[in-house]
């Protein structure tokens, strides 16, 4: 393969696959290109001369405009490229909506059937704190049940700490009670046990009748203040949730019970030619399959959001698209913060020039399937198909959101990579195999080889067989490293 290329034929800027050198030609159908410049991998050279103002164009779509004459072969970044973008904006639906063919290759996991109807791919133990005064003893309950049961037959045991609780008020409060709530009727948990302090603004009680309706064999509660000893009273009570565990087994289940959260993190130039059309490849698949998918990361549709809003599946989630797009803005501006203060300084590094290039590579993670449904934060999933999300571009609130929705896994792609893991298995899809060789020990699927020796077709049949290992019971590094975390949205004041 090239050691270059251009993405689009509309495009005026192609993308180095590998560190280039000044002098370098660059070859093309009718005509060749001199470099003036050294091109780092993930960077862009110009094609043609672009005048200043003119738009640079990628993926066939503007990223943004010069801001001086660029001449061919020159490098194109933040020196001389600025976005497009400004406030709030009017959209007009224009539906173009690509349908995914229904072809069940009746493809199964492995998974735990619960009494709700749904399916989770682990079976694990949970502490829940309703505030975070009490996340040292959730640890110390978790190491004395484990030194007096020593527990095997589950998948893991784990506290989800958090800093709230207590101290907030309005959206702050609700989120972490609903977001906490979520998580305690996950799939992946087999046993939970909810612990309060009991003082706490998200009290045992009112958090005990927002849940709804729930399996009371596998929950439980326990208020720290209003017990003598709560070390060996938690213990009594995972012990109890332990014993209804052991008897779960793993069945054959088809894979359009599969619930997968779409997310990148540490994006670099190659994100939007690897990784990320690998996963929108798996998003089309998957639905194809009867299965459901779901993108989030609000701020970085901005820039791409008309592609979304017309692949809308009505009217009604079109002008939902367009509420979540111009609320997040509204969000920005009420905080007298930049909307388009993105990328960060590891993406440009890694060849990301504006905030358009990138988002026109991340949403590439919802492949072609036409937007069923927008969720608002905290909201959990109701239709089969591509979702959209109300979520930040943080990676641990976007993941916790994303599992929170419902999701049992999460495909992140990177192309610098990242250690971290949210409550749920999430798998990372390096972008290029640099990445994948230094950190074995975080990246679990390379994408890279896209731009080497595999063709998508390739490479996409053994992503799937591995997402279905993992649906079954691999574990991911994630995992294996023993790094899982919660991160809840907040956007108010602190008492």
């Not at 495009?11 to 050294?38: G, P, T």
């Amino acid at each position: 393969m090239k050691p270059y290329i251009k993405i689009n034929e509309l495009d005026n800027v192609a993308v180095a696959l590998r560190d280039l050198s000044k002098n370098d030609i660059a070859l093309f159908n009718d005509y060749k290109v001199e470099l003036l410049e050294d091109i780092k991998r993930g960077h862009k050279f110009a094609l043609a001369e672009i005048k200043k103002g003119v738009n640079i164009i990628k993926y066939g779509a503007p990223l943004g405009h010069a801001i001086k004459t660029i001449s061919i072969g020159e490098w194109v970044h933040s020196h001389n490229t600025k976005t497009n973008l400004s406030g709030v904006s009017e959209y007009t639906f224009n539906q173009q909506c690509h349908e995914i063919s229904r072809e069940d290759k009746k493809l199964t996991f492995k998974g735990y059937h619960r009494k709700n109807g749904n399916v989770g791919i682990r079976n694990e133990l949970w502490i829940i704190p309703t505030v975070g005064c009490v996340n040292g003893i959730a640890e110390t309950i978790i190491r004395r049940f484990k030194e007096e049961v020593n527990p095997q037959g589950i998948d893991a045991i784990e506290v989800f700490k958090h800093n709230y609780g207590c101290s907030q008020l309005g959206n702050d409060h609700n989120n972490t009670r609903t977001i906490l709530g979520d998580i305690v009727k996950h799939p992946n948990a087999g046993g939970v046990l909810i612990m309060g302090l009991g003082c706490e603004n998200n009290y045992v009680s009112a958090f005990k009748e927002s849940l709804g309706g729930f399996d009371e064999d596998r929950v439980k509660f326990l208020i720290t203040q209003e017990v003598s000893d709560e070390i060996e009273i938690g213990v009594q009570l995972l012990k109890k949730l332990y014993q209804q565990m052991i008897k779960d087994e793993r069945k054959d289940t088809p894979i359009s019970e599969l619930k997968v959260g779409l997310k990148c993190g540490g994006s670099d130039g190659l994100s939007g030619i690897t990784a990320n059309p690998l996963v929108g490849a798996f998003s089309d698949f998957l639905i194809s399959q009867g299965g459901t998918t779901i993108l989030t990361e609000v701020p970085e549709m901005f820039g791409a959001e008309i592609l979304l809003m017309n692949r809308a599946e009505n009217e009604d989630v079109f002008q939902a698209t367009v509420d979540l797009i111009n609320d997040f803005k509204r969000y920005f501006i009420e905080h007298n913060q930049p909307i388009y203060e993105n990328p960060s300084p590891g993406n440009k590094e890694g060849g990301i020039t504006t905030l358009e290039e990138k988002s026109l590579g991340c949403t590439q993670k919802g492949g072609r399937a036409m937007v069923v449904d927008v969720l608002k934060y905290g909201e959990v999933l109701k239709k089969k198909g591509l979702n959209l999300l109300n979520a930040p571009g943080n990676d641990l609130v976007a993941a916790t959101a994303l599992g929170a929705s419902g999701c049992q896994i999460l495909l992140f792609t990177t192309g610098r990579g990242t250690p971290f893991g949210s409550f749920v298995p999430t798998i990372k899809v390096s972008t290029n195999t640099s990445i994948y060789e230094l950190k074995p020990h975080w990246i679990d699927f390379n994408a890279g080889t896209l731009v080497e020796d595999e063709s998508m077709e390739e490479v996409l049949e053994k992503f799937i067989q591995y997402i279905i290992q993992v649906a079954s019971g691999e574990l991911v590094n994630h995992e294996k490293n023993n790094f899982k975390e919660i991160s809840i949205f907040k956007t108010g004041v602190t008492l």
